[in-house]
Structure formats: structure tokens, C-alpha cells
């Protein structure tokens, strides 16, 4: 069966300092990879997917990049976080055959003091 | 035309009592159409999803039903119980071409005692 896993579960990281959080999924071949964001009480912000190895498509300009050095990793980036990056960030997967639904990761409580 | 639109944002319910939660959508080549459930400090998960070739599906207490000449589609809880609080969170996607689903801004759902 195929499992999707996310950490660090909770992160706490001064202003201007970098970040990598990763996800990998297991159980699958070639799937699309996708990192939301989630403010407090909010909906989800789609921030980058990936149809493929080294393949990122960007859906919001701002402080954050991603990479996808592996089939099945996708990795969340900054160089220099600012306090706006705090938030609740997910990743997820589908399959790339007509079964549409996403299964996303357990996130990560990103705090930026 | 990508946007799907949810409603209401809240809603407080009975324990016992029906929940509705109501999801319109503008782009016909949308094909399907989950639903998802989140816990607080958890990521979001499919509860239960359609395809526009039929108008109702039930899972245990959850029914979708769908209405494709008016583009809209609800998720009805029966009997709703204090383990159904939760955020949902409606979404629509195509495979034409599109490997992202468009999610609502989500409804969070208080079913007190």
C-alpha cells in the first residue's frame, strides 16, 4: 500500500534563518507531488506541484522553493525565513492515472519567532 | 472559472441533527469531486468522493449528492455526532490536462451535545 510521510512534525525557526522540510512516498511509481500551506483557521494555499522528477511548477512567487531531486521526494525550501512563512504546510500525492483524489502527509506546524 | 465556492464557512449543529454543506462550481470539465475531512493538527482526508455520471452517493452516514445543470454538489451528515467536528473541504478536478484539484475554502463543522 502506498504511505506518504512529512517532517518534521513541528518546526520552530528564528526570523532569516533557512528551512527544508521533506516528503517522501512510498508504495508508488512517478507520482504528482503537491506542498500546501495552511494559515491558522484558513483553507489550503497550493504553493508548488511536481509531474515529475526535477519538474516544479510554482503557483505562488514568495519566499519559498521546491525540488523534487528524487521520484518520490519533494523537498520544501528557504534560504531566509520571514515571519509570514508561519503556517501549517502539507504535502500530498495522487497518482498521475485518472484517480484524482490527493492523500496528504500528517504536516508540519511551522512557527517563525 | 477554476473557483469552487463553499458555504457556509461555519456551522454548528445538533447532536443528532443533519449537516449540509453546499459546493458550487463553474468549469464543466471538472469530473470529480471529493470531499475531505481535517482534525485539527492533522492533514486532510478524503471522505468521500463522486463522479458527475451519477447524482448521490452514500457512505455510511455521508452522502454527496450532485446536480451537474446546476454545477453544485453538497455533503449531507446524518445524525451528526461531536466526532464529526471537523474543518471540510470540498474540491473539484479534471484529468484533461489539469493533475491539480481545486479546493473550496472549507467549513468548520461544531456538533454540540
Known amino acids: 500500500s502506498q504511505t506518504i510521510h512529512q517532517w518534521p512534525a513541528t518546526l520552530v525557526q528564528p526570523v532569516g534563518s533557512p528551512l527544508s522540510l521533506e516528503c517522501t512516498v512510498e508504495g508508488t511509481s512517478n507520482p504528482n507531488l503537491y506542498w500546501y500551506r495552511q494559515a491558522a483557521g484558513r483553507g489550503l494555499q497550493l504553493l508548488f506541484y511536481s509531474v515529475g522528477i526535477g519538474q516544479i511548477s510554482s503557483e505562488v512567487p514568495q519566499n519559498l522553493s521546491a525540488s523534487r531531486p528524487q521520484d518520490r521526494q519533494f523537498i520544501l525550501s528557504s534560504k531566509k525565513l520571514l515571519l509570514s512563512d508561519s503556517g501549517f504546510y502539507l504535502c500530498a500525492w495522487t497518482s498521475a492515472s485518472p484517480n484524482y483524489g490527493y492523500t496528504f502527509g500528517s504536516g508540519t506546524r511551522l512557527t517563525v519567532v | 472559472q477554476q473557483q469552487v465556492k463553499q458555504s457556509p464557512q461555519s456551522l454548528i449543529v445538533q447532536k443528532g441533527g443533519i449537516s449540509i454543506i453546499n459546493c458550487a462550481y463553474e468549469?464543466?470539465?471538472?469530473?470529480?469531486f471529493p470531499w475531505y475531512q481535517q482534525f485539527p493538527g492533522k492533514g486532510p482526508a478524503l471522505l468521500i468522493a463522486?463522479?458527475?455520471?451519477?447524482s448521490e452517493k452514500k457512505e455510511g452516514r455521508f452522502t454527496i449528492s450532485f446536480n451537474k445543470s446546476a454545477k453544485q454538489f453538497s455533503l449531507h451528515i446524518m445524525d451528526s455526532q461531536p466526532g464529526d467536528s471537523a474543518t471540510y473541504f470540498c474540491?473539484?478536478?479534471?484529468?484533461?490536462?489539469?493533475?491539480?484539484?481545486?479546493f473550496g475554502k472549507g467549513t468548520k463543522l461544531s456538533v454540540i451535545p
Open positions: 463522486i463522479r458527475p455520471d451519477v
Open positions: 468549469n464543466t470539465a471538472f469530473d470529480y
Open positions: 474540491a473539484a478536478g479534471s484529468g484533461a490536462g489539469s493533475y491539480q484539484l481545486t
